[in-house]
């Protein structure tokens, strides 16, 4: 059982649990923040290969292999290519800087931040149970896949296919 502060700082997972979050929320932060879509992308990786890290903590290393496959290199690569074949402009107009926005921000972000560390601090969490370690989970998962749901699986890599051929035909067509 979670005790408090004392506990959190005593463990490693959690100061790793802690520098994971901490990226992921950065991340987010500064994609939303940046103006040049390149940076955004970079941005969305490191959010994506900090939830892989956060899911290796939790001991479900095929989710993390995953995550960092398929978001933060695939999605990251098809996002460059989107902005590679079509047109984005250099010169966009800057909206003017409102320092009493960023403030409100900071001070509702600091707020919710507050409101989250005082739940936590004060829920109860009971361990559900035992939890083996030792069982492979990426080889049960594989099992289901390609026993159980071969079918939706290739219909999907299908029409994923499909509508990548479908969007670079688009982007073809408005380039001529």
Do not use: C
Not at 77 to 104: A, N, S
Not at 170 to 175: L, N, S, V
């Amino acid at each position: 059982m979670f005790n408090g502060i004392g506990d959190f700082l005593s463990s490693g997972s959690s100061w790793m649990f802690f520098i994971f979050a901490l990226l992921a929320i950065g991340g987010a932060i500064f994609m939303i923040s940046f103006t040049k879509v390149i940076h955004m992308v970079i941005s969305v990786a490191l959010t994506f290969i900090s939830l892989g890290g956060l899911y290796v903590l939790l001991e479900a290393e095929f989710v993390a292999f995953v995550q960092v496959l398929i978001y933060a290199g695939a999605i990251s690569i098809l996002m460059i290519f989107g902005i590679m074949m079509t047109k984005h402009r250099q010169g966009e107009e800057e909206e003017p800087r409102r320092p009493w926005h960023e403030g409100l921000v900071i001070v509702g972000s600091l707020a919710l931040f507050g409101v989250l560390f005082y739940a936590i601090q004060k829920s109860k969490f009971v361990a559900t149970g035992a939890f083996d370690a030792g069982k492979d989970n990426t080889m049960e998962i594989g099992k289901l896949l390609y026993n159980e749901h071969v079918i939706p699986f290739e219909i999907m890599s299908v029409l994923l296919t499909v509508a990548f051929i479908g969007a670079i035909i688009i982007a073809k067509r408005e380039e001529d």
